[in-house]
């Protein structure tokens, strides 16, 4: 596994550091690694991609552990588009 640092737009640096450490101890694969932070560039903003980025993160989170994933959320629920947070959280 690689080291995942994501760098998002307004966000600081102890969240992108806590989201790269959460999903580096999750067990995401380099390639899955890759894919969580592609998703999570496109979901910070409504865009016609939303939609799929946030149906690939959501996928990328069923991956994790429950406690990970909930780690995750609760870091990156604040940057996340309305629409992406439907489709990634319904039950919230």
Not at 35 to 55: H, M, N
Not at 62 to 68: I, N, P
């Amino acid at each position: 596994m690689i080291p995942c640092i994501y760098w998002l737009s307004g966000s600081s640096t102890p969240r992108i550091a806590k989201v790269g450490l959460a999903t580096e101890l999750g067990g995401l694969t380099n390639q899955n690694a890759e894919e969580f932070k592609e998703s999570l560039d496109v979901v910070v903003r409504d865009t016609p991609r939303t939609q799929i980025g946030a149906s690939k993160l959501k996928n990328l989170l069923s991956k994790v552990g429950v406690a990970t994933a909930q780690s995750i959320r609760e870091l990156i629920v604040d940057i996340t588009s309305e629409t992406a947070k439907k489709i990634i959280w319904p039950d919230k």
